[in-house]
């Protein structure tokens, strides 16, 4: 087990918890008078970092809403993983960027990612071949996310084509099992395909899953934890975002937060169990 897997699962012991909580800030839905503030999106994910801490297993910022509030957002972004490294407790930080390139722009992309904005491990996409994600898989101590079986309701437009002998989530599940060479892969595998994803453990066993998808899209746990346990043992990382985000109003939104995240890690934890 490599570095980043290992302390995952080192935080999901101490916090009994295979919960993520994505950091998907939207300026729109941040509440009460943080929108205006110099650092809204720092001012209003930090309270919810602090109040959730003891109830995950890692952070997954989605840098695409940060790029969106342009310098200004990915220097907030760099401010809220720092606090997240600040915390007691190790909580590895997983950087959503699905990036995937030719060799010599996936290697910038990867010192970018890693070096300068210090993620613990990224999502990439597989879609260009393994040229494209060996300057990933070569950081050895860090981890690697997939994009498999999506959960997205366009996955069907390629992953999951009927007219074919072998659906494309089902070949990249095997691939990425075959490079596993550092044992510092995993899949994104959406929690709203529970039957597909099946078919991907079968394929890919001993691959860790990043599973986006319950609350706000729908997936079910009760169909899919149990799915995402590799052969040795190791629970998915389960991900969840807007629901957890955005569960409150007003001046008491991380302790909202806080509840919605408690619920979600106890039910996870019921049907792992």
């Not at 008078?33 to 109830?55: G, K, Q, R, V």
């Not at 297993?57 to 907030?76: D, R, T």
């Not at 210090?118 to 898989?137: E, H, K, R, W």
Request: contains cysteine.
């Amino acid at each position: 087990m490599n570095d980043f897997f290992a302390r995952v699962k080192v935080a999901s012991e101490i916090n009994e918890s295979c919960l993520c909580i994505g950091l998907d800030p939207d300026v729109k839905r941040i509440p009460g008078d943080i929108e205006l503030s110099n650092e809204p999106f720092y001012d209003f994910l930090t309270p919810i970092i602090e109040a959730t801490a003891d109830l995950v297993c890692a952070y997954k910022p989605n840098i695409a809403f940060f790029e969106a509030n342009g310098l200004k957002g990915l220097q907030e972004l760099i401010k809220i993983m720092s606090f997240i490294r600040s915390l007691p407790t190790d909580i590895p930080i997983i950087l959503d960027a699905k990036r995937g390139d030719i060799a010599n722009t996936a290697r910038a992309y990867a010192h970018s990612l890693f070096d300068e904005f210090g993620a613990d491990a990224v999502t990439v996409n597989p879609y260009m071949g393994s040229d494209s994600l060996m300057p990933f898989f070569e950081r050895v101590e860090r981890g690697i996310f997939v994009l498999c079986l999506t959960s997205n309701k366009g996955y069907a437009d390629f992953e999951n084509q009927k007219n074919v002998k072998e659906p494309l989530f089902v070949s990249v599940a095997k691939k990425c099992a075959n490079w596993n060479s550092y044992e510092n892969i995993g899949l994104v595998v959406g929690a709203t395909h529970p039957e597909e994803a099946a078919k991907v453990r079968k394929a890919a066993p001993e691959l860790p899953f990043l599973m986006p998808g319950i609350g706000a899209q729908g997936g079910d746990p009760a169909k899919i934890m149990k799915i995402g346990v590799t052969k040795s043992g190791m629970p998915p990382i389960v991900n969840s975002s807007r629901s957890i985000l955005y569960a409150g109003t007003g001046n008491k939104f991380a302790e909202a937060s806080r509840d919605a995240a408690l619920r979600v890690r106890d039910s996870l934890n019921e049907y792992l169990s």
